[in-house]
């Protein structure tokens, strides 16, 4: 097998730099890729495009204070105050796009299509300026495949193959944006030796993978804690 | 008048046996809790789950086990996850049967706005746009004004929209209306709502044909 | 949960009409829905248009022989010779078409997108009539989604609520048509309880399912048994 | 003159470490058997499953698992098995690095054509056009000459094609050649073939420049 293993944080993130754009995995909390944004703080690179689904309050709020992105490519930003007040004053470009639409951009990607026909946010600015087609009488509009140097993804547990394994909601685009970067890194909750997953239960082949690495510590975050009380 | 809780209520029973129901953040997402015991239904969430049961007791909550809202959930037996790619493919697949999400305006054409108003707050469409585009069969719960008493069923939306033309059902805090060719049909009025005091809130075409029954909670 | 068992086999293909498409998983021999194809042998339907990649030596000869099959859609047919005697006097209508735009005009089908972009083909007869297009200095062909009326499907392990688990390379073309068709017939060799799979290791969850039932024998033959011998 | 062994032997010299691989039927499935055993390499079939290991032993058969030749195979530790859709992501996706397949012509700018004879042969292309459409690095075994002796290597394909432009190498029964702009340049010959007969056997523009070494397996 061909071994994707890192030794360290560093040696994963090894590459990045000021002004490159960055995929990241994760929904709300749940799935993100918590020890690469760490690292990214601390490395301090600038002017990063991130395409990530939400901009969750803390982690990528450090990444925002500290004026590392650019611009922000993302479906829902609702939790993040920081992130409203840079987005408003015009100080961070902010693209938002349907958040299937995100999804099948990475797909795309990952999967070799240059671009794909969706439905959604036809006759919406989203569609603004950009190509629109009729299929069986239903307007589609013409979305082009991401085109990002790095995927930073979170898994489950994973191999030294590459393989990756997702647990509940936290798999949600992370599957998605491997392969999809010109080099996708993937942090594990628990990196596991050959052979001890099913092959018929991967999630995502190491094909994808370029770098695997056993993340330090998870915090995994609630946003919303809601629960009920027994009877 | 009906509270959040009321609309919920009645747009329960607008489910029916053997539904994939995906619920929007806020209103729709009490929905759940008032669908009949004796059907069954699923419930879709776009962040990558299907068979969605309550809230966890406190103490068993799981992070990595979230609905759209990021609200910790629960799971049934035959429930499953699945990634944003396929989650997005049971959507624009049409496999859903029944989306209900809120809106801050609906038009009398079905065009639907709920994602922004420029200047002041950008949430984000999430996965309303792709939901809106696709689904077949759309219930809009909301209040039937906004804070400032101004009604949210217009004739053409003013804040950008969501989606064009897709809004079938509206079920709002004083009645449940049917988008039409020619603007909104009124179905069903909230059991203390007067007739006058709906066309009064809708700006909107409101189209009253015969006896509006009340609604049946 | 959604109850998508039926009785038997004659209620899984209830419906089943002369001249209707139909879709076929498997590859070669391996995951093809065995008890489906011997049902629609037994009603004698005809007229019927196939997609499946391969046409099997015996199972779709069946139907080849009773002529049941008015046109193919495949991508390999090399090893049947009924099938290339009946495609070369033309009593059969045959489409080859790439392997993977096979499979993604089923997942087109099944994810709502009118069609898709690939660079399968261009240049060959394959793309003849078909719109090509350029993007970033490569050219593509424009590939619609399939319409198809049953979709028939075979996993290992499946649940009532229609959820469905793969083995092997048995795998193949069988997710990728579930859902893809108006109505999905699943059978598997296995039907568990609810509650009995792992959620997180569902290679298709149940609503792309309309109709499962456990096959009663599976045959599961070998086209080309290579083996080693031990030293 | 190689034999078939011999073409899959020296191919094997052009897998290099870390390399995904996807070998065709025929002589390309032969070339796994003579991969260097100090490299890295995973081999992936189309069919859905990526780690390919040797044959089974006799009676460990299983028909769930097999290449896309059709032939039971087994899977080394890290393995995975995976749908087409998926599997034809990695092809299309650029994630393989070679491609090894057969052909019945290639021609001088390097189109190929391997998957059919009009009113004669009709296999199907398989998933030969979509690798071929995608592959950065494609490597053609095939003999020099068909079973008449007519040169493969042609001008211009008179078979359908699978692909156009797209053959980078080419390791026959006679030589090595990559496919140049201005058509086939000789890099090796095999051990008992002199230049003059690979000469005689291409019917393409061949391109000789210097002393043409044997080929070493």
Sequence with gaps: ?231 | MLDKTGIAKRIAKEVQDGYYVNLGIGIPTLVANYVRNDIEVEFQSENGVLGMGPFPFEGEEDADVINAGKQTITTLPGASFFDSAMSFSMIRGQHVDLTILGAMEVAENGDIANWKIPGKMVKGMGGAMDLVASAENIIVAMMHTNKRGESKLLKRCSLPLTGVGCVKKIVTNMAVLEVTENGFKLLERAPDVSVETIKEATEGNLIIEGEIPKMHI
Tied chains: 1, 3.
């Design chain 1, 1 to 231: 097998m061909i071994n994707k293993k890192v030794n360290n944080i560093s040696e994963a993130l090894k590459g990045i730099k000021n002004n490159m754009t960055l995929m990241l995995g994760g929904f709300g909390f749940s799935g993100i890729p918590e020890n690469a944004i760490a690292e990214l703080v601390t490395l301090g690179v600038s002017g990063l495009t991130c395409i990530s689904n939400n901009a969750g309050v803390d982690d990528f709020g450090l990444l925002l204070q500290q004026k590392q992105i650019k611009k922000m490519v993302s479906s829902y930003v609702g939790e993040n105050d920081e992130f409203g007040r840079q987005m408003l004053s015009g100080e961070l470009e902010v693209e938002l796009i349907p958040q299937g639409t995100l999804a099948e951009r990475c797909r795309a990607a990952q999967a070799g299509f240059p671009a794909v026909y969706t439905p959604a946010g036809y006759g919406t600015e989203v569609a603004q300026g950009k190509e629109t087609r009729e299929f069986n009488g239903k307007m589609y509009v013409l979305e082009h495949a991401f085109k990002a140097d790095f995927s930073f993804v979170k898994a489950w547990k994973g191999d030294e193959a590459g393989n990756l394994i997702f647990k509940g909601t936290a798999r949600n685009f992370n599957p998605n944006m491997c392969g999809a970067a010109k080099i996708t890194v993937a942090e594990v909750e628990e990196l596991v030796s050959l052979g001890t997953l099913d092959p018929n239960q991967i999630h995502i082949p190491g094909i994808f993978v370029q770098r695997i690495f056993q993340g330090d510590t998870y915090e995994k975050r609630i946003e919303q804690r809601t629960v009920r009380v027994k009877d």
